[in-house]
């Protein structure tokens, strides 16, 4: 009896990851060309111009057709495994830690009067633990996209093991602080808006309970104010993640160096400028991000209101 109440405990505790895992999972096959897109506009170090010579990239649509020319389709859902496995490691820790916070936070007098502030704060502590335990899995992914075709790594775990073994530990979380100072307000912001429209809405039309056009548009919304007000950070991540990979990246142009984010932000801002180069491939994100999001809170609403009537 007490094994059958644990297993039990334990299938309620884990709705809300699986829910989450699984809507990663399927958003990041369908946005995969639209962020491989991006990467490879961020990681550009000349203006995104078809003007300038030597850019290779010069906007969004001209770069999913150049990689379509030059790779064929495989070239679109580059280092689509181990983008699968941040997904679902990210979509584990994140909706894990947000259930399990804002349930204990409506215990807490202050936050149970104040949604808004628990959802942010929430929202935001919960994207820090996904996006910790699911780096390594964003600095393959990342490498494996930028390099030439041929060179470089053959699978996401041999990238593993030659970070690893070549890098260390630090290697494999190349680009951790940026990420989790990019990624905590940007999941603060998202939950934050997406539950300020959802509210704002019902409350609009009188409703007990969001319909999925709501919850599709607010994860949308969510999505896009999020990711444009952390883009820099963003960008700065993948360039960090590339450091000490030079050699498997000659075909792209000029390849970016520096030391840490300090460095990242003001040699990007000196060379490239503020709009130029700091929100270099942010249309391609924000579309990728609208995208994504509007479906993977869509997908987890839906996925885990039919986890909620399972029995076991």
Not at 5 to 31: D, Y
Not at 44 to 62: F, N
Not at 79 to 85: E, F, T
Request: charged letters at 15%; hydrophobic letters at 40%.
């Amino acid at each position: 009896m007490e094994r059958q109440e644990q297993s039990l405990t334990w299938f309620n505790n884990m709705k809300a990851p699986m829910a989450g895992a699984f809507s990663g999972c399927v958003t990041r096959a369908i946005t995969q060309p639209l962020d491989c897109s991006k990467v490879r506009l961020q990681l550009q170090v000349e203006p995104v111009s078809s003007s300038v010579v030597g850019a290779r990239y010069t906007g969004t649509i001209q770069t999913l057709f150049s990689i379509f020319r030059d790779e064929g389709v495989y070239g679109l859902w580059k280092g689509h495994i181990p983008a699968q496995l941040l997904s679902v490691f990210y979509g584990l820790g994140q909706f894990a830690a947000y259930d399990q916070l804002n349930r204990a936070g409506r215990h807490i007098k202050i936050l149970n009067e104040h949604s808004d502030t628990r959802h942010f704060l929430c929202g935001g502590i919960a994207g820090a633990v996904g996006n910790t335990v699911s780096t390594p899995f964003d600095v393959v992914r990342t490498r494996i996209i930028a390099q030439d075709h041929g060179r470089g790594y053959t699978s996401m775990r041999e990238g593993l093991r030659m970070i690893f073994v070549n890098e260390g530990i630090r290697g494999l979380f190349r680009g951790l602080g940026p990420s989790v100072m990019q990624v905590a307000p940007l999941t603060a912001i998202q939950f934050w808006s997406y539950n300020v429209v959802i509210e704002t809405m019902m409350d609009y039309t009188n409703s007990d309970h969001p319909t999925p056009h709501l919850i599709l548009f607010a994860g949308a919304i969510g999505g896009i104010v999020s990711k444009t007000a952390v883009y820099p950070l963003d960008l700065c991540k993948k360039r960090l993640q590339i450091q000490k990979f030079q050699t498997a990246r000659t075909t792209y142009g000029e390849h970016f160096v520096c030391k840490g984010l300090f460095d990242c932000l003001t040699r990007t801002v000196a060379k490239e400028g503020y709009r130029g180069g700091l929100f270099k491939g942010l249309w391609p994100s924000v579309i990728k991000s609208g995208i994504a999001t509007g479906l993977h809170f869509f997908m987890y609403e839906e996925l885990l209101s039919i986890l909620v009537r399972v029995q076991v």
